[in-house]
Structure formats: structure tokens, C-alpha cells
């Protein structure tokens, strides 16, 4: 059975960031080469929390985040925008990029 997956980018990049939290390419064109995936979608902010991002406790955290020196892990926080876009011309360029690195569709 196939399935058809979109791969979704919140504000923190969870999955497709570098260490440093930024967006990498190396992990947007790894994730673009199943074939599974067949578009990126860029979610623009935290609508459950407005204005003040989410909150993932140090004993919950399993994302790709760099873990404490004590635990493995650590607290996680998503901002409640994406730090990188900051108006219009900035979100063209952040989903031309994504479409130029992965070749696939973004919404």
C-alpha cells in the first residue's frame, strides 16, 4: 500500500532544522527524496497558544532537539512565528527556497 505524505514545517522546524535551529537543506533534500512525500506545507504560526508559541517539557521532548548533558533531553519551546519570515517577501523567499531545494510542491 502507498500512501501520500506532506511534510509539515512548524515555527521551531522540528525535523528539517540544523543544530543551530535553522532550516537545513540537507535534511529538507533527504525527507524530499522518499517518494512518499510529495509536498512540504509550511504552517505560519501556533494557533493553539496565540502570541505565545508551545511548550514541550524536558520529559515529553523526542524531537531533534539537542538534549541536556543530564537527561538525553531537554525542555523544547516552538516560537509562536517563524523567525525567518517576518513579512510577505520574506515568505515568497522561505517557500521558494523549499520548492528549489526539494523540488516538490509547498502550500
Do not use: W
Request: charged share 25%; glycine share 10%.
Amino acid at each position: 500500500m502507498r500512501c501520500d505524505v506532506i511534510m509539515q514545517m512548524g515555527t521551531a522546524k522540528y525535523g528539517v532544522r540544523d543544530a543551530a535551529g535553522n532550516l537545513s537543506e540537507d535534511r529538507l533534500r533527504a525527507i524530499a527524496a522518499h517518494p512518499q512525500v510529495r509536498m512540504f506545507e509550511v504552517k505560519l504560526a501556533q494557533g493553539a497558544k496565540p502570541g505565545k508559541g508551545a511548550s514541550c517539557p524536558r520529559q515529553k521532548s523526542q524531537r531533534r532537539s539537542p538534549p541536556s548533558a543530564a537527561s538525553g533531553r531537554r525542555a523544547s519551546i516552538s516560537p509562536n512565528r517563524h523567525k525567518d519570515i517576518g513579512n510577505i517577501t520574506e515568505l515568497g523567499q522561505f517557500i521558494n527556497r523549499v520548492r528549489e531545494v526539494t523540488g516538490r510542491p509547498v502550500g
